[in-house]
T-cell receptor
């Protein structure tokens, strides 16, 4: 079982819609959770992090964490074509960062 | 420096040749991570360092891969006898990690693209 699993996508949504990205992790000792965005040919950049169960909102982005289900998600409201990228879920276990394979999101105008 | 600097940006090697990549972490960051990304697919963990000490090397194919982070020198990732499947972008990232008080954010370099022919 992979440590961090994501829907491989590609995920395509129309402009203005909500994009929902999902991630599950295997290690119950995981302490913190991150969403990185990677544009094609570029390095990943952090967009959200979450430590506690529940929702965390930052502008159009909401991260959701459910430790009991070992599940973390990212919602992007009012999706824009500029949101088209690969979204990487990352999990910190004892200061080791493990990434999922990423979900490619395309927002169509 | 204020950013993670990786060199070279591109490296081409014939199968069986050696490849060496370098990474200068952000000044003051004590953790360094190496990841391999093949054709925009899985972001595979290779190895991490805490200062000059190996923190976790469970992702390293040890028979051909080696890495070092020595004081006052860039970190390095070396591949002996490269194979075609080693063609990938190798990302280095650094972090300062004082426990949960930090965001734990990784700062990535631009990556080094290795092409093995």
């Amino acid at each position: 079982q992979k440590e961090v699993e994501q829907n491989s996508g590609p995920l395509s949504v129309p402009e203005g819609a909500i994009a929902s990205l999902n991630c599950t992790y295997s290690d119950r000792g995981s302490q913190s959770f991150f969403w990185y965005r990677q544009y094609s040919g570029k390095s990943p950049e952090l967009i959200m992090f979450i430590y506690s169960n529940g929702d965390k909102e930052d502008g159009r982005f909401t991260a959701q964490l459910n430790k009991a289900s070992q599940y973390v998600s990212l919602l992007i409201r009012d999706s824009q074509p500029s949101d088209s990228a690969t979204y990487l879920c990352a999990v910190n276990v004892d200061n080791d960062m493990r990434f999922g394979a990423g979900t490619r999101l395309t927002v169509k105008p | 420096g204020e950013e993670v600097a990786q060199t070279p940006k591109h490296l081409v090697r014939g199968e069986g040749q050696k490849a060496k990549l370098y990474c200068a972490p952000i000044k003051g960051h004590s953790y360094v991570f190496w990841y391999q990304q093949v054709l925009k697919n899985e972001f595979k963990f290779l190895i991490s360092f805490q200062n000059e000490n190996v923190f976790d090397e469970t992702g390293m194919p040890k028979e051909r891969f080696s890495a070092k982070c020595l004081p006052n020198s860039p970190c390095s990732l070396e591949i002996q006898a490269t194979k075609l499947e080693d063609s990938a972008v190798y990302f280095c990232a650094s972090s300062q990690w004082p426990g949960l008080a930090s965001t734990g954010e990784l700062f990535f370099g631009e990556g080094s693209r290795l092409t093995v022919l």
